[in-house]
Nanobody, 115 residues
Framework: QVQLVESGGGLVQPGGSLRLSCAAS???????MGWYRQAPGKQRELVASITRGGTTYYADSVKGRFTISRDNTKNTLYLEMNSLKAEDTAVYYC??????????WGQGTQVTVSA
C-alpha cells in the first residue's frame, strides 16, 4: 500500500488560485495518478489525470483553468487551480495506481471557493 498525503487546500475567493500537492510515501513505482473531487451530496468525480509519461486528461468543467503535473523523482502530484468558481468547492482526493499496490487514495483536502 502506498500512502498519499495531500496538502494545499483552503478557502479562496472566486477567481482565485490554489495549488494542491500529493506526496506518495517511499520509492515505489507509480503509474497513472489523478485528482478526484466530491462535493456534498454528489458522487466523486475525476477532475484530472496524468500518466507516468505525462499524458493528461481533464474534465470539461476544469479545462483551461486547472493544470495537473507530477514529479516522478519525488513521487509527487500537483494540481494548479486558477479562476476558481464556487462550483469547484469540494473535497479533493489524490489517486495513484501501480503494479505492486493496485490503487491508493489520499485522505482528501477541502477546497472552498467563497466570497
Amino acid at each position: 500500500q502506498v500512502q498519499l498525503v495531500e496538502s494545499g487546500g483552503g478557502l479562496v475567493q472566486p477567481g482565485g488560485s490554489l495549488r494542491l500537492s500529493c506526496a506518495a510515501s517511499g520509492s515505489i513505482f507509480i503509474g497513472a495518478m489523478g485528482w478526484y473531487r466530491q462535493a456534498p451530496g454528489k458522487q466523486r468525480e475525476l477532475v484530472a489525470s496524468i500518466t507516468r509519461g505525462g499524458t493528461t486528461y481533464y474534465a470539461d468543467s476544469v479545462k483551461g483553468r486547472f493544470t495537473i503535473s507530477r514529479d516522478n523523482t519525488k513521487n509527487t502530484l500537483y494540481l494548479e487551480m486558477n479562476s476558481l468558481k464556487a462550483e469547484d468547492t469540494a473535497v479533493y482526493y489524490c489517486n495513484a495506481k501501480g503494479p505492486t499496490f493496485g490503487e491508493s487514495w489520499g485522505q482528501g483536502t477541502q477546497v472552498t471557493v467563497s466570497a
